[in-house]
Structures are given as C-alpha cells and as structure tokens.
C-alpha cells in the first residue's frame, strides 16, 4: 500500500515561528504536493516538486516555501507564521511525468496564535 | 485558481438512495478525478476519467464527462451511511505539469 504520512496531526505555533511541515512518502513517487484546505476554499495548491531538489510555484505560494533534499521527503516551511495560515496542511505524491492518481498524508492542522 | 466547481455544496438523503454529483470546469482538460474526503482526513482517490472517456464505473460509483459542456458528474448507487463524506472533482492543468485544480467540494450526508 502506498503511504504518505505527516509528520503531526496536530500542531500550535506562535505568531513569527518558524514552522516546519514534514511529508513523508514510500513508493518511490516523482511528484510531491502541498496543499492547503479551508472551509468553502476547498484545496489550494501552495507548491508541488517533480524531482529532487525541483520545486513549482502552485497558487498561494507567498508566505511558504519547501524542500525537496531526498525523494521521498517533501518539507513545507513557514517562514514567519502568521494567523491567516491557520489551517489543514494535505501533503500528496503522484507517480510518473503525467497527471495521475494522487496519494493523500492523512493532514496536519495548524493552529497559530 | 479554482477550475472545478461542484453542485450542489450539500446533498442529504436516506440509506439506499442514489446521489449524484456534479463538477463543472472551465478549461480544456486530459483527465478528470473524483476523490472523497472523510471528516478531517486525507483525500481518497476514487476514479479517474479521461477526455476521451465519456463514462467509466466502479463498483457503486459511477462517472460521467462531457467535454463539450466542460462536466463531469458522480453517481453513487445505493448509498450507505459509510458514504457519507466530502467529495471533490479534480482537472489537470491542461499540458502544464503533474498538478491538479480541485473543487470546493460536495458534502454528502446518508441517514439510515
């Protein structure tokens, strides 16, 4: 079974933190997404990679940035967190150079005061 | 950007009903995925249908795409309570990488 997992389910910062989110996949997958979901937004794409070390803007990229240093790790860094990144955080991964399936982290949702 | 737009935003009917959903896109497309979304989870991909595809099935489910009115539509046969959920349709980027443009989503509830 193919397995993406986040590195918290649950997680609190402070405003100014710096926050690390951590995905995790174990099939070997080219393609690594971020997403984020909020209520009524549905899900937004803040940067996805298709190799190492390769990263793409998605549409709410401003205020984040990643990490792709290995395959199967894909890190999403909030510089400078702020209130309006309160949120559900999905992580997904895709096989191949073509639009396939995508696999889903179960989420992490973020919380900053 | 918002591509995919599901109607209607909330659908509640009874065990052993038929629910249909349905996602309208804006853009040419290659492919178009359905996925379900269990409260506070991850996504779970469904199916997946191609431009030249006009109807797919599996199991319950059952997926229609017309591409000339740019809409897709799931119907799910016989509802179960254990189908309640969120469900979203998802459009690739027509020619423009790996990554797909989600819907808001349609919630599903099932009564028994």
């Known amino acids: 079974d193919v397995k993406v997992t986040q590195s918290s389910r649950y997680l609190v910062k402070r405003t100014g933190e710096k926050v690390f989110l951590e995905c995790v996949q174990d099939?070997?997958?080219?393609?690594m997404f971020w997403y984020r979901q909020d209520p009524g937004l549905g899900l937004r794409l803040i940067y996805f990679?298709?190799?190492?070390?390769?990263?793409e803007k998605g549409d709410i990229p401003e205020g984040y940035s990643v990490s792709r240093e290995k395959k199967e790790r894909f890190s999403l860094i909030l510089e400078s967190a702020s209130t309006n990144q309160t949120s559900m955080y999905l992580c997904?991964?895709?096989?191949?150079?073509?639009?396939?399936?995508?696999?889903f982290g179960p989420g992490t949702r973020l919380t900053v005061l | 950007s918002q591509q995919g737009e599901e109607d209607p935003q909330a659908l509640s009917i009874q065990e052993g009903e038929n629910a249909t959903m349905n996602c309208s896109y804006k853009?040419?497309?290659?492919?178009l995925q359905w996925y379900r979304q269990n409260s506070g989870r991850g996504l779970v991909h469904l199916i997946l249908?191609?431009?030249?595809?006009r109807e797919k099935h599996s199991g319950r489910l059952r997926v229609t795409l017309d591409t000339s009115k740019k809409s897709s539509s799931l119907l799910i046969t016989a509802s179960r309570a254990a189908d309640t959920a969120s469900y979203f349709c998802?459009?690739?980027?027509?020619?423009?990488?790996?990554?797909?443009?989600f819907g808001k989503g349609t919630t599903l509830s099932v009564s028994s």
């Open positions: 997904a991964s895709s096989p191949g150079a073509l639009v396939n399936e995508q696999f």
């Open positions: 099939m070997d997958h080219e393609n």
């Open positions: 990679s298709y190799d190492v070390k390769m990263k």
């Open positions: 853009t040419s497309i290659n492919n």
């Open positions: 249908i191609r431009s030249n595809e």
């Open positions: 998802a459009t690739d980027r027509y020619q423009a990488g790996t990554a797909l443009i």
